[in-house]
């Protein structure tokens, strides 16, 4: 299991290659009703009215990527200030507290989340626990009156995900998805791309999201299929939503899919989505395999992202010899946590919203009834 971790955090890392960049106003992108194109162009922070007053967030689940980014990001953030935590772990406590000056009173467990209602140093519980957990612990975190942020993917299936949103619209609470490229400055270059279509209608696409890993244990979440795990949820979450961003279409059926699913999850997903233009669009994600691109093709050229999802950075090129770059290093949770925020104090739309981290489960289920059938799947 720690050869499995280790190994998606040395992917994760991996870093492109610096290079010169053409900087063009970022946009980003919302997202529609089922069977609708994707909407909406919030702001990124820098866009917005600042403000002084910073949020106090609490992690719920402080596992390797509360540990190893968010908690660490959050220290650079302008806005946040990792004042809480939720925990399973009595013995990760002292740990936390010492490092992050975490008060006495800040500290809960998932029994007592519920108390956290009273407790005004805390705006914002953010879920980071598997994926099966998310629909639970976000809605009690939403009726407790805190704002939610909610790790990807959003939950196991959209009536989960439709469980969040509800519970946070009844609460008047916010809710972000995860979604930290959206955030990024060189995916934002290469969204603007394809909201001006740069080169023409788009015929095609191309979204590849994958680690050498090995196949995941299954005395750990991710190798249990009912906790989330396997490749497409997990990893192939960013192909669905890289094709959401960058073809700005939600995809109308899922043509075919295949999994290979040594034990009860999957490590590797291929699948082919179609649109009401009757463009495809085929992905495949892996957890035993590296591999990492987003590629629109377009009536006169091209714009890729390659990579396109690593921590460490990504970088994008078009057909036209134009760098988005160069690759910046650990931004990314610290702006999505302080676009997140800003869009919260100064209520504005969040750019990763409940309704897209809903669309893309459903992208999921239907490429998985796919596989399982064999037939073309309406989504
Ligand atoms: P992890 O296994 O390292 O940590 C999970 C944590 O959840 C642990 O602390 C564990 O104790 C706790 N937990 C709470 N309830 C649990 C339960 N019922 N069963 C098992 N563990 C439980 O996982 P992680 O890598 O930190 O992933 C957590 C979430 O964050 C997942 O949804 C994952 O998809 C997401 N994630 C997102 C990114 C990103 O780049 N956005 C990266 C990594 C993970």
């Not at 990760?92 to 956290?116: A, C, F, H, R």
């Not at 959003?154 to 989960?160: C, N, R, V």
């Not at 603007?192 to 209608?201: Q, W």
């Amino acid at each position: 299991m720690q050869d499995l971790k280790n190994t998606r955090r040395k992917f994760l890392r991996q870093s492109a290659a610096a290079a010169a960049g053409l900087i063009l106003a970022p946009t980003l992108i919302g997202c529609g009703a089922k069977g609708t194109a994707p909407s909406t162009s919030p702001a990124p922070a820098a866009a917005l009215p600042k403000t002084d007053r910073k949020l106090g967030i609490a992690l719920l689940g402080l596992g390797s990527y509360s540990q190893g980014q968010i908690a660490p990001s959050l220290q650079s953030t302008q806005h946040c200030e990792l004042r809480g935590i939720i925990t399973g772990s009595p013995d990760k406590i002292p740990v936390w507290q010492e490092k992050y000056g975490i008060k006495d009173e800040n500290v809960y467990s998932y029994d007592n989340l519920e108390t956290i209602a009273d407790n005004p140093d805390i705006d914002v519980v953010y879920v980071i626990t598997p994926t099966a957990t998310h629909k639970d612990f976000a809605v009690r975190a939403a009726k407790a009156g805190k704002h939610v942020w909610c790790e990807k993917p959003m939950a196991m299936t959209p009536e989960d995900c439709q469980a969040i949103i509800d519970a946070c619209t009844e609460n008047k609470v916010r809710l972000s998805i995860g979604y930290r490229m959206l955030h990024e400055p060189n995916t934002q270059q290469f969204i603007a791309l394809s909201k001006e279509k740069a080169f023409g209608e788009f015929t095609g696409a191309t979204s590849y999201a994958g680690y050498a890993g090995q196949d995941p244990p299954t005395d750990y979440w991710r190798g249990q299929r009912k906790m989330g795990g396997g490749a497409l949820y997990d990893m192939g979450v960013y192909t669905v939503n890289g094709l959401r961003y960058g073809t700005q279409m939600a995809p109308v059926a899922v043509l075919k899919a295949m999994q290979d699913r040594p034990t009860e999850v999957d490590v590797t997903t291929e699948y082919t989505l179609e649109y009401a233009n009757g463009m495809t669009a085929t992905a495949k994600t892996s957890v035993v395999t590296n591999y990492n691109l987003l590629k629109i093709e377009a009536e006169n050229g091209w714009h890729q992202m390659d990579p396109m999802q690593p921590y460490g950075g990504v970088q994008g090129i078009t057909s036209a010899g134009t760098v988005l770059g160069p690759p910046i290093e650990g931004k990314q949770q610290t702006l999505q946590m302080d676009d997140d925020a800003l869009a919260i104090l100064n209520n504005t739309p969040m750019m990763a919203p409940g309704e897209m981290g809903k669309a893309d489960v459903r992208v999921i289920r239907a490429i998985i009834e796919s596989a399982e059938t064999g037939k073309k799947v309406l989504i």
